[in-house]
């Protein structure tokens, strides 16, 4: 089994940059997929990006955003840490939310986003961005 921990976050003002780590431990093999999610009170739970940890040289390394934060978020990993990040700059108040890393068999471009693809999931870390 997949065993992810995230950590990173933190309250910073707006305009500002946090980078969120999701360290992974565990059976990780079977494991093709990484997704950051966030979630605020109230609010559904939304995909804000994904990368491809496996699933051959077609796939490897490739990313998927969510609109509102391409230019802004980067996802990006570290096999030999096993771990993956996101990079968050030019923060926005409604980037708040917990944030939480999930894995799960292979990134989709249509259904990354769904939380219901992942099987793994972390406890998450909170952002919170003031105005």
């Known amino acids: 089994q997949v065993q992810l921990v995230e950590s990173g976050g933190g309250s910073v003002q707006a305009g500002g940059s946090l980078r969120l780590s999701c360290a992974a431990s565990?059976?990780?093999?079977?494991?093709?997929?990484m997704v950051w999610f966030r979630q605020a009170p109230g609010k559904e739970r939304e995909g804000v990006a994904a990368?491809?940890?496996?699933?051959?040289?077609?796939?490897?390394?490739?990313?998927f955003y969510a609109d509102s934060v391409k230019g802004r978020f980067t996802v990006s990993q570290d096999n030999a840490k096993n771990t993956v990040y996101l990079q968050m700059n030019s923060l926005k108040p409604e980037d708040t939310a917990m944030y939480y890393c999930?894995?799960?068999?292979?990134?989709?471009?249509?259904?990354?986003?769904?939380?219901?693809?992942?099987?793994?999931w972390g406890q998450g870390t909170p952002v919170t961005v003031s105005s």
């Open positions: 999930a894995a799960g068999d292979d990134c989709y471009s249509g259904t990354w986003s769904l939380s219901t693809e992942y099987d793994y």
């Open positions: 565990g059976y990780t093999y079977s494991s093709n997929c």
């Open positions: 990368i491809a940890t496996g699933g051959g040289i077609r796939y490897y390394g490739s990313t």
